[in-house]
């Protein structure tokens, strides 16, 4: 069983890059999926999150207009389209999978399932 979160990278501001989160060895269609970051000596904030239909989508102010989530459960993969990208974008960005789409927006405990992150760096 596997979250594996790819995509990252080194891009100037302005640019874009897609982060792919996909899952092996369980069916990700039954599970709401958040991304995450955490840039060095910052708490962890929420970026986005995707109810398990897709019917449901938070996006944080930070990055909203700039980030977009989707999913395709046919290729059991979660994307985080991310343009017009800032310097203060700069972090590990994970993703993760919980039965409850509303952990992901309150987390009080650990996720069901959290992948490795991916650092993404943008320069000015």
């Known amino acids: 069983v596997q979250l594996q979160a790819s995509g990252g990278g080194l891009v100037q501001a302005g640019g874009s890059l897609r982060l792919s989160c996909v899952a092996s060895?369980?069916?990700?269609?039954?599970?709401?999926i958040g991304w995450f970051r955490q840039a060095p000596g910052k708490e962890r904030e929420g970026v986005s999150c995707?109810?398990?239909?897709?019917?449901?989508?938070y996006t944080a102010d930070s990055v909203k207009g700039r980030f977009t989530i989707s999913r395709d459960n046919a290729k059991n993969t979660v994307y985080l389209q991310m343009n017009n990208l800032k310097p203060e974008d700069t972090a590990i960005y994970y993703c993760?999978?919980?039965?409850?789409?509303?952990?992901?927006?309150?987390?009080?405990?650990?996720?069901?399932?959290r992948g490795q992150g991916t650092l993404v760096t943008v320069s000015s």
């Open positions: 995707i109810s398990a239909s897709g019917g449901a989508i």
């Open positions: 060895g369980f069916t990700l269609s039954n599970y709401a």
């Open positions: 993760a999978a919980d039965r409850d789409y509303w952990h992901l927006r309150h987390p009080s405990s650990d996720f069901h399932y």
